[in-house]
């Protein structure tokens, strides 16, 4: 028996024929399991949906409530059995009710990662290790240059320029899923008390997040009041509203970034940021390779991201390995790095 009869690249993203069930498919299908909320992971259309309770309120949040034909929410360690083939949900530690996809048939289990990092998030469970003969793991930041560092010194870093600067706002641009509810946490695990400030955009998902248990604190709309009402201030914002028009409201404002995208100087300065702020809800060089070398799989397929670096590791270590190259992630990871 091959690996690749439980679970197989396809077009639509990686299919398991003997369950006959798509994980994060690319395209509608019959039946998909979903890892998480991120674009170019959960899309609406399909007939039938499998994905944690969290997930399947952000897609209902995103697309609608009619976003799939049907939906089976799973808890984490909970088990199902699709078409004779064992599914169950383990954290990954990404974004609120992110999972990893575990498959098991006929004494084989194969993983799906999904996006993940290793590191703690105060907005969600941290990732769980499960012993696999193939890990599926991606490589958005699969090149030893990337190295996030700790998250305590980059919000260190806004809190330091907010004091420096008193009379000027502080801008900080942050994908609405994840990143933007991870940095408020983190102001306040960080002491930081007073109103945040939020685009409109991030409203509906800071209220999810909410819901679910993720205490963000005191927040109010960056609307109305006088400029100099916004001095000292610190507001969030979708990456693109910190460029725009929008962003003239405020005074002289402080542009900040957190994206693990921010270790690259030269996008910070492309994208006319004052302040990067290195936070990714990717795992870095290390945690990627520290992942594999402690699951240890027979296989380590790579779905997308800097696949290269990856598989030369592998291969130095005597790790097994193989690019599947799939297409349609990481589209929109300018959405969620
Ligand atoms: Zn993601
Ligand atoms: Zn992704």
């Not at 984490?76 to 004779?84: A, E, R």
Request: hydrophobic letters at 40%; aromatic letters at 8%.
């Amino acid at each position: 028996m091959k690996y690749e009869d439980l679970l197989c690249p396809s077009p639509a993203g990686l299919y398991c024929k003997p369950g006959d069930f798509h994980i994060d498919p690319v395209r509608a299908v019959d039946r998909a399991v979903i890892t998480h909320g991120h674009s170019d992971h959960a899309r609406s259309g399909h007939a039938r949906v499998l994905a944690t309770r969290e997930t399947l309120a952000i897609m209902g949040e995103r697309y609608g409530e009619d976003f799939a034909g049907a939906t089976q929410p799973l808890g984490y360690h909970q088990k199902t059995d699709i078409n004779g083939v064992t599914v169950s949900l383990a954290p990954a530690g990404h974004v609120l009710g992110s999972a990893q996809a575990v498959v098991k048939w006929k004494g084989m289990t194969m993983v799906v990662s999904g996006d993940f990092k290793r590191r703690r998030d105060p907005t969600c469970a941290l990732f769980e290790p499960v012993g696999c003969e193939v890990f599926i793991t991606e490589a958005t930041f699969g090149l030893p240059v990337f190295r996030h560092p700790p998250d305590t010194d980059e919000i260190a870093k806004l809190l330091k320029s907010v004091a420096q600067f008193p009379e000027r706002a502080h801008l900080v641009g942050a994908y609405a899923l994840g990143k933007a509810q991870r940095v408020i946490c983190l102001l306040r695990e960080a002491g930081y008390d007073r109103t945040i400030y939020v685009h409109g955009a991030l409203e509906r998902l800071n209220a999810l997040y909410e819901a679910h248990g993720v205490k963000l604190g005191p927040l109010a709309p960056a609307t109305g009041g006088k400029k100099a009402d916004f001095a000292a201030a610190i507001i969030i914002a979708p990456p693109s509203a910190t460029q725009d028009r929008w962003s003239r409201r405020f005074p002289d404002p402080v542009v900040c970034f957190a994206s693990g995208w921010m270790r690259v100087r030269a996008r910070a300065r492309q994208g006319g940021v004052e302040l990067p702020l290195i936070l990714s809800d990717h795992a870095d060089w290390d945690e990627l390779t520290m992942t594999a070398a402690e699951i240890r799989p027979d296989e380590l397929w790579i779905t997308h991201g800097e696949e290269d670096a990856l598989l030369r590791w592998a291969s130095l270590n005597g790790q097994k390995a193989r690019a599947l190259s799939l297409v349609g992630y990481g589209e929109d990871e300018g959405e969620e790095a």
